[in-house]
């Protein structure tokens, strides 16, 4: 299945590059399907009354200052990895 794609790619792309792109797009997913979990739990949460409108918004600020808070630490290593390659 893999040489159909292998043939049509060109030869500085390997097997092992394929497989490390089929592997982050499986992380990606998986963070995908953490996240929409996490955020329709705290709708449904809501919805139903179970959590009371201070914790609510709580765990939204606390969600919103996580994602900044990887955002500061991903961006310069990404700069970083980048410039250690090449």
Known sequence: MIEGLEDALPPAVTR??????????????????????????????EVGGVLPDRWLSTAWIGIAGLGSVFLAFAIPLFYLARGADG
């Open 16 to 45: 092992a590059t394929l497989y490390r792109i089929a592997g982050w797009l499986l992380r990606l997913y998986v963070a995908g399907c953490l996240l929409l979990g996490s955020y329709s739990l705290l709708w449904v949460l």
